[in-house]
Antibody, heavy 117, light 110 residues
Framework: QVHLQQWGAGLLKPSETLSLTCAVYGGSFRDYSWTWIRQPPGKGLEWIGEINHSGATNYNPSLKSRVSISVDTSNNQFSLKLSSVTAADTAMYYC???????????WGQGTLVTVSS | QSALTQPASVSGSPGQSITISCTGTSSDVGGYEYVSWYQQYPGTAPKVVIYDVSNRPSGVSYRFSGSKSGNTASLTISGLQAEDEADYYCSSYTTNSTTIFGGGTKLTVL
C-alpha cells in the first residue's frame, strides 16, 4: 500500500522560502516521477513541477525562476522549495506520485501554507 | 501558460448523463494523448478518474468515460448519482514538457 506523508512550515512571511518534504512509503520509489501541485483557497489546481528518480525536473514556467524540486532516493523522499514567497503563494500544497497529466493515483494529505506579514 | 478552458459549472438530475468539456490548443490537448481528469471533494485531495484521455483507473466507476476530439477533451458521467457532486479538473501535457490544468468545473446533482 502506497502512502505519502508531507510536512513543512505552514506560516511564512513575504520574501521567505517555502520548504516542503514528502516521504513515500510502499511501492517502488525509483519507478515513478514525483509531482507537486498547489491550490489557492477557493481556486483551482496549479501544477508546480515534477521530478523523476534520477533528478530530471520540469517546472511551471510561471514559477520556474523561484522553484526547485529535489529527490532523496536513499530515504524515498522528495522536496519542494519556493523562494521569495508572496501572499499569492498562499495555497494548499500537495505532493503526488506520478506525472499529473497521466494521472496521479496517490497524494499526500496536503499542507496549507499561508504567507502573511 | 494559460489554463485549459472548462465550464465553471454543470448540473444534472440523478440518472441523467452530463459532459464536461476541456478546451486547449494543438500545443496541449490536441497534440498529445495525455489528458487526465480529477474529481475533488471539498477539503480532500483530488482523485484521478480518467487518464490518457479515456482510460479508467481500477476502482473508478464505469459511469465515468473520457474522450477527445481535436483540441477539446470531454468527461462524461452517465447515470448521475448524488455522490458525483464534486469539482472536476482536466489536465494535459504540453509541448514545453509541462502539465497544465483546467480551471475546474463544479458539478451539481439536482
Amino acid at each position: 500500500q502506497v502512502h505519502l506523508q508531507q510536512w513543512g512550515a505552514g506560516l511564512l512571511k513575504p520574501s521567505e522560502t517555502l520548504s516542503l518534504t514528502c516521504a513515500v512509503y510502499g511501492g517502488s520509489f525509483r519507478d515513478y516521477s514525483w509531482t507537486w501541485i498547489r491550490q489557492p483557497p477557493g481556486k483551482g489546481l496549479e501544477w508546480i513541477g515534477e521530478i523523476n528518480h534520477s533528478g530530471a525536473t520540469n517546472y511551471n514556467p510561471s514559477l520556474k525562476s523561484r522553484v526547485s524540486i529535489s529527490v532523496d532516493t536513499s530515504n524515498n523522499q522528495f522536496s519542494l522549495k519556493l523562494s521569495s514567497v508572496t501572499a499569492a503563494d498562499t495555497a494548499m500544497y500537495y505532493c503526488a506520485r506520478g506525472r499529473a497529466m497521466r494521472g496521479c493515483a496517490h497524494w499526500g494529505q496536503g499542507t496549507l501554507v499561508t504567507v502573511s506579514s | 501558460q494559460s489554463a485549459l478552458t472548462q465550464p465553471a459549472s454543470v448540473s444534472g438530475s440523478p440518472g441523467q448523463s452530463i459532459t464536461i468539456s476541456c478546451t486547449g490548443t494543438s500545443s496541449d490537448v490536441g497534440g498529445y494523448e495525455y489528458v487526465s481528469w480529477y474529481q475533488q471533494y471539498p477539503g480532500t485531495a483530488p482523485k484521478v478518474v480518467i487518464y490518457d484521455v479515456s482510460n479508467r483507473p481500477s476502482g473508478v466507476s464505469y459511469r465515468f468515460s473520457g474522450s477527445k476530439s481535436g483540441n477539446t477533451a470531454s468527461l462524461t458521467i452517465s447515470g448521475l448519482q448524488a455522490e458525483d457532486e464534486a469539482d472536476y479538473y482536466c489536465s494535459s501535457y504540453t509541448t514545453n514538457s509541462t502539465t497544465i490544468f483546467g480551471g475546474g468545473t463544479k458539478l451539481t446533482v439536482l
